[in-house]
């Protein structure tokens, strides 16, 4: 029986999730067709025996070796204008091609490296349509398909990141699936890596499209964190630790991946709750804590 919140496809488009239905049965497989009557293959090691005549599948449609649209029911690393890393397996004089998670792989031109890629490498890319051979390929050029004009987004906001490149100044990142943002260096107290997916917080909105973020929301809720933080360091470590108000900031940052300051203020909110004593010798856990 088809399932009723399926509804097939207008017609067949390259590079998403496509919803068709199964025409006709063959050798090669499943021919899949959309409401405007144009069909594509399934092949038949993709099928299965839930795969009846009459129903409704979905698949992604990408072209094959021979420039041929085929359908497969695997899902790719990211769909025609999504983001995501990929790793180089294969170089040519004319390109790289990347593991996409298909029977074929996503090529990256040469035009569209920044600089040439090497098997084992990891690279952020974006999949688009290439009008001049009509194909699928991936981009490591970025920059231009960023939004330029920040919309729905304000300062203090908790926002969606993928941490994508580090630069001199910082870590560059997506933010919200459309945005180019940064983290300042001086201001990271934790580890963050490159591929990374998390909540960060919107300093400012620049002028350029750019969006200035931190790690730390900065407001009652992450000094309450900071604390926490701590004082469960403080418990992991038998109620002592030998750090301080005059402990090194960078020995800080390392241990409690916080800064100085949030360091500071924290041993002083636990103070003021009575469930730590701290002396020059060290942080000491009370027994209210």
């Not at 399926?6 to 499943?30: C, H, M, V």
């Not at 072209?63 to 649209?69: I, N, Q, W």
């Not at 933080?229 to 241990?255: H, Q, R």
Request: one cysteine or more.
């Amino acid at each position: 029986m088809q399932e009723e919140y399926k509804r097939q496809s207008d017609f067949l488009e390259l590079g998403l999730i496509n919803t068709l239905l199964i025409d006709r049965l063959t050798t090669p497989g499943a021919y899949l067709m959309a409401q405007d009557g144009n069909d594509v293959l399934l092949p038949g090691p993709y099928l299965t025996n839930e795969m009846k005549e009459g129903t409704l599948i979905d698949v992604f449609l990408y072209t094959d070796s021979e420039d041929r649209l085929v359908a497969t029911t695997l899902t790719p690393k990211a769909k025609l204008d999504e983001f995501a890393f990929f790793e180089c397996i294969d170089v040519a004089p004319f390109g790289a091609f990347m593991d996409w998670g298909l029977s074929k792989d996503l090529l990256v031109p040469n035009m569209f490296q920044r600089e040439p890629f090497k098997i084992g490498d990891k690279r952020f890319l974006k999949v688009v349509y290439d009008e001049k051979t009509h194909r699928l390929v991936g981009t490591e050029k970025t920059a231009s398909f960023f939004e330029k004009k920040v919309k729905d987004i304000k300062p203090h906001q908790e926002v969606k990141i993928i941490v994508i490149s580090k630069t001199p100044l910082g870590f560059k990142c997506i933010v919200e699936g459309k945005y180019e943002g940064l983290i300042y260096h001086n201001e990271i107290f934790e580890n963050i890596n490159i591929g990374d997916e998390r909540t960060a917080f919107v300093k400012t909105t620049r002028k350029d499209g750019n969006i200035d973020l931190k790690l730390q929301s900065g407001g009652a809720k992450q000094k309450n964190s900071d604390s926490d933080k701590v004082l469960e360091l403080l418990k992991a470590n038998k109620g002592i630790m030998p750090y301080n108000y005059k402990s090194d900031a960078d020995l800080i940052t390392e241990v409690f991946g916080l800064s100085k300051k949030a360091f500071k203020r924290s041993l002083t909110t636990l103070q003021e709750t009575n469930k730590i004593i701290v002396k020059d010798t060290g942080i000491y856990l009370t027994e209210q804590a």
